[in-house]
Structure formats: C-alpha cells, structure tokens
C-alpha cells in the first residue's frame, strides 16, 4: 500500500511538470532563452551538493530530469551510471550539457 501511494504520488508529479512544460508560453521559452543564452553557466557546472551527498542511495537505472536547465545535475548522474533523459523549455539550456562531460540525452 505504502509503495503504491509513493508511486501515485510520483506519477501526479510527472503529469504535472509535463503539463507545465507542455503549457508554456513562447513567452516562457523566450525569457528562459534569453537567461540561459551566455558563454557562461549561470549556477556552475557541478552538481548540486544534495545530489553528489546522496548519489550513493540512488539506484542506477533510467532517469528523467525535468527543467533540467545548464544540465549539471544530468551531466553528473550520467557520468555516473545512470542512464539519463533531460528536458528543458529553453534551447539555449539544453545546447551547454553538449561541452560538459557524460553521455545523456537532452530533449
């Protein structure tokens, strides 16, 4: 029952963040766009301190990053076993994991 209500619970997330990226405005993509448009990543290239704290609990298998921006945390998750989709609003984002190092797609 627990692994049922926790699996519900994870499907109602996923629809929504789905219907959130699916829903945006080309207003939404252009201010994503022109943020995410610089030589530079705007919050780094390592990932966050939480996901490299608790990589060790995490079971490798296919992983999905919603909103996943500069795709740090993708890039790391990927260079370390996990077999990795990522999606963003901006284009911008999704062209900076290609010049990190890893192996994911980015849609």
Known sequence: M???L???TILSLLFFCFGQIIN????DK???N?????GEYLYG???LKFLKEKLGILVRGKTLVL??????NAVFLA???????GCDISEKAIEKPSFLPGKAVWH
């Open 67 to 72: 909103a996943m921006g500069e795709g740090r």
């Open 6 to 8: 926790i699996s519900t």
């Open 2 to 4: 627990k692994m049922t």
């Open 79 to 85: 260079g370390n076993g996990f077999d990795v989709d």
């Open 24 to 27: 945006a405005s080309e207003e």
């Open 45 to 47: 290239k390592d990932p």
């Open 34 to 38: 022109k943020r995410y448009d610089t």
């Open 30 to 32: 252009s201010r994503w």
